[in-house]
């Protein structure tokens, strides 16, 4: 038992440490998965409209939209400092190659900062600077942005591995288990037929409760009714099985948080590209004096991350999931006037059911980035929810491109984690058919049906329930 608890103890404290070493890797580099690419841009932004030095631009001021400005050559040096850091906070060598390609990126990076900052000061015109800012110094915050995404996902996916160790450990740990039992009892059968009557029944119970612990059974205890070495045995046992229940159930927390940890890193789905063109839009529309449409657009803005951010609520009701996507499919509508039609058709009844936050949003994207801009002509989203039976079914509907039969097939693996060869593809829908699997069972999800040239039908299926939230 001693040994057994030493196994256990040492399992305990290298899964606690794998845990530990991920959690921080991950937790330094979402540091700068928000702001990077926000301050850079805006800092550099802000100098290009101005016409003023880089340096000129002001660092750690707060903008009147929430960005702290940045000097972007102190910024590009703290990131360069940071991708150090993630290279020896990194727990697999992808990682580390990883946060090698992001500081190659930072040095591309500043040679067109400094770049754009010698067109600042030969007095070059708004519309170079401008064309300049946006084909080279935005694509590459994009890069490092998406770069330290990447880095972040490597990482969590290594909770796998350190969850399938876990579980090895736990196998290892019940046949010890077993082992020292078996040995247990052969020893106390041979000295129990020396034993009288008195001595014997005593083990017999011990060997009874061990068979129980060896199964799971944690809280059973055995009454100490004497004062010789049975007693002590039984004292021991009794301390020991309570030990390694507390253990197990730490393990089993400690399982459960991970996946709660996976679950809100598969929720961090907004495009910023999203949020820089609406701004952009309105600030055309402002400069144009049209202020009902800037009434518009800022309501339907405001609207959209309402519901995103949700007061830090993972959950929300259906009836809120459709403004959500009601307030997204307006802005892009402005944005896309010339070729989107939407329709949103859900019945009433089911208004009130709770489910995960945006598990439609990344669909009508997709259907509309996928569907819509790439074909010809002007072309429709529609999206539809009805309670059926047991179930709730919505569909995300569009007559854009579709897919041919294999990337359809390629979509499908994808979801169903067995494809992993583009990882950024199919990312979002991949996590919504994960969520919903993992709320709602393996039975629920999301399907594909699509023609080439005729459009696509996504499916969500789920039960007919609020789904439990965690305590």
């Known amino acids: 038992m001693v040994i057994l608890a030493a196994y256990l103890i040492v399992s305990l404290n290298n899964a606690a440490s794998a845990y ?277 657009m800022v309501t339907s803005l405001s609207d959209f991350f309402r519901t995103t951010l949700s007061k830090g609520h993972d959950y929300i009701t259906v009836k809120e999931e459709r403004t959500h996507i009601e307030s997204y499919l307006e802005i892009q509508q402005f944005r896309y006037q010339d070729i989107l039609d939407y329709e949103i058709q859900m019945d009433e009844e089911i208004y009130g059911y709770i489910i995960p936050k945006l598990t439609l949003q990344p669909l009508v994207e997709n259907a509309l980035y996928h569907g819509i801009k790439n074909k010809r002509g002007k072309g429709k989203i529609l999206i539809t929810g009805k309670k059926q039976g047991d179930k709730i079914i919505f569909q995300v509907i569009d007559n854009g491109k579709g897919m041919t039969e294999e990337e359809l097939n390629s979509l499908r693996k994808k979801m169903a984690g067995t494809d992993t060869g583009d990882e950024a593809k199919g990312f979002g829908v991949s996590n919504v058919n994960q969520r919903i699997k993992y709320y709602y069972g393996e039975e629920y999800g999301v399907f594909f049906e699509s023609k080439e040239n005729e459009g696509t039908n996504a499916t969500i299926i789920i039960a007919a329930k609020n789904i439990q939230l965690p305590s």
């Open 20 to 296: 530990s070493e991920i959690t921080k890797s991950v937790a330094y580099a979402n540091r700068y998965v928000k702001d990077f690419k926000s301050r850079l841009d805006y800092s550099v932004y802000l100098a290009v409209v101005s016409n003023k030095q880089l340096k000129e631009v002001g660092d750690g001021v707060t903008t009147v939209n929430g960005v702290v400005t940045v000097n972007p050559y102190d910024y590009i040096t703290e990131m360069e400092e940071a991708c150090d850091k993630m290279t020896q906070n990194a727990t697999v060598p992808l990682t580390q190659s990883q946060a090698g390609r992001i500081k190659n990126s930072l040095s591309s990076l500043r040679f067109c900062v400094q770049d754009l900052d010698k067109q600042i000061k030969e007095r070059t015109s708004y519309d170079e600077r401008m064309e300049y800012f946006n084909s080279n110094v935005k694509d590459l915050t994009t890069l490092v942005q998406t770069g330290i995404q990447d880095y972040v996902y490597l990482e969590t996916s290594n909770f796998v591995t350190v969850q399938t160790e876990l579980n090895r450990n736990n196998r290892n740990s019940t046949i010890l288990a077993v082992g020292v039992a078996i040995v247990a009892m052969s020893i106390s059968l041979l000295l129990s037929g020396r034993a009288a009557r008195s001595v014997t029944r005593p083990i017999r119970d011990l060997c009874d409760l061990t068979e129980k612990v060896a199964g799971g059974d944690f809280s059973v205890k055995t009454q100490v009714e004497a004062g010789d070495e049975i007693a002590v045995l039984t004292r021991s046992f009794n301390d020991m099985t309570e030990e390694i229940g507390i253990l197990v159930d730490d393990i089993r927390k400690k399982q459960e948080n991970l996946r709660i940890i996976e679950n809100r890193l598969l929720q961090e789905q907004i495009n910023p590209h999203f949020l820089y063109n609406t701004l952009d839009a309105i600030v055309w529309l402002a400069e144009e004096n049209k202020s009902a449409e800037v009434v518009k």
